[in-house]
């Protein structure tokens, strides 16, 4: 098989959202090894990598009187065909099917015999768990996968729900996601300095675009079951409007505990001051912020729910608790804040597992080999 380096598109929503992440991660890495990237998207993704292998093309939507709702699929695909086209790109790789998946196929379609252009397409969460059940969306999806030239999942448990609610009868290959930390701008103590955190004050934290799925309902009623005692704050990294989080705080009494930061771009530096994660989600196809956190060595609390088991081993990297049981959580986080050599050999033990299941080293080859299956050498 050649190694040749390849010329690769990628396309993820641009705003903060674990699948955006993923894909300007993605894009970082794979252009580190030497391959030509190419972001498609209506605007630069939140992480996107700077580099002389790193292009970005802009997706224009333009508003017409006569469309209610402005219409995205059909500017993208366009835009995709050119770029294919333009730059010879070997594989367009779209993160998120809808509409990236469907545009992508259209693009195929449009570009006919000029390009042949390959499309894998990753399903990352809400695409299946929620799109995937809608009946307005769930054949447009399906039909997008079957005539994707492969399939991809972010973890075990999103296998079983495509299969299961789309009835997608293609192999499906589950890459897990990865993570990579970068060497943050700022220490421990400046960023406890910068967040307020007194001597001896434990920081939990909690990284999330706020969506009604990720709980804030439970997370807040967990931080309300903590012992009044407990020296804490969580602190909440928040990828969009923090107002109702905070409404429900104020209603449960408990904004004295909570520190909120938004749009935060050097996340590493809070993931290393963290004492331990809490994570409410409903349901997670994988939950990228349980990764960061392990990666440097800090476990985390959450639901039992989704592909969160595939990421943390309950009792060895974390702890895990049935969904809702804010009572077994707060038991959980009083028990581990209150024994350190507990906290710090499960963190001991997460960033291991990171290195060795989750790294780029660990994930990046198996792209790589995907793209050059479906490329056909
Ligand atoms: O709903 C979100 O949390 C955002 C969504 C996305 O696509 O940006 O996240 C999904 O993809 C992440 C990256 O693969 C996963 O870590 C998240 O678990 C997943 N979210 C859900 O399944 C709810």
New binding site residues.
């Given amino acids: 098989m050649s190694d040749r380096l390849l010329k690769i598109g990628i396309t993820c ?1 641009p705003s903060v ?6 894909a300007s991660e993605l894009g970082e890495e794979l252009a580190q090894r030497g391959h030509e990237i190419h972001f498609i998207s209506y605007e630069q993704p939140f992480r996107m990598p700077v580099g002389p292998k790193v292009f970005f093309h802009k997706v224009q939507i333009n508003s017409y009187d006569l469309f209610k709702y402005p219409d995205y699929t059909l500017p993208l695909s366009v835009k995709m065909a050119e770029v294919s086209r333009d730059h010879g790109l070997d594989v367009l790789h779209v ?2 099917a809808v509409p990236h998946a469907t545009a992508a196929f259209l693009a195929r379609s449009m570009l006919h015999r000029e390009h042949q252009l390959k499309i894998i397409t ?1 399903l ?4 299946t ?2 799109l995937g059940r809608d009946p307005g969306y769930g054949p447009a999806i399906r039909h997008a996968l079957e005539q994707s030239d492969a399939i991809t999942t ?2 075990e448990f ?1 296998r079983t729900e495509t299969v299961r609610l789309l009835g997608v009868q293609r192999p499906i290959e589950v890459i897990h ?1 990865f993570f990579e930390p970068h060497p943050t701008e700022h220490s421990q103590k400046e960023i406890r300095r910068e967040l307020g955190l007194a001597d001896g004050e434990a920081m939990l934290l909690h990284v ?2 706020l ?1 009604p ?2 709980r804030l309902d439970l997370l807040l009623d967990t931080v309300a079951r903590l012992k009044p005692k407990l020296a804490f704050k969580l602190v909440v990294l928040a990828g969009a409007d923090p107002g109702p989080l905070l409404a429900e705080a104020r209603r449960l009494g408990v904004t004295d505990r909570l520190i909120i930061r938004e749009r935060v771009t050097d996340i590493e530096g809070y993931l290393a001051t963290a004492d331990l994660g809490l994570f409410t ?1 409903e ?7 349980i ?1 960061e956190l392990l990666t440097v060595g800090c476990p985390s609390v959450a639901f039992a729910v ?2 969160i088991p595939e990421v943390t081993i309950s009792g060895e990297t974390g702890v895990l608790v049935p969904l809702g049981d804010t009572a077994a959580m707060a038991g959980a986080v009083q028990a581990l804040l209150a024994d350190p050599a507990r906290r710090a050999a499960l963190g001991r033990a997460a960033q291991k597992r990171a290195r060795e299941k989750f790294s780029a080293a660990a994930i990046i080859p198996r792209y790589e080999a995907l793209y050059r299956r479906v490329c056909g050498n």
Avoid: A, P, W
């Avoid at 959202?17 to 993923?22: C, D, F, N, T, V």
């Avoid at 990352?124 to 695409?127: A, E, K, N, P, Y």
């Avoid at 349901?283 to 912020?289: A, H, I, K, P, T």
């Fill in positions: 929503y959202g674990g699948s955006g992440i993923l993160h998120y990753t990352h969460g809400t695409d768990t929620l972010v973890s999103m996601n999330s675009n969506r799925l990720k989600s349901v997670e196809s994988f939950c990228l912020s990764l989704g592909g």
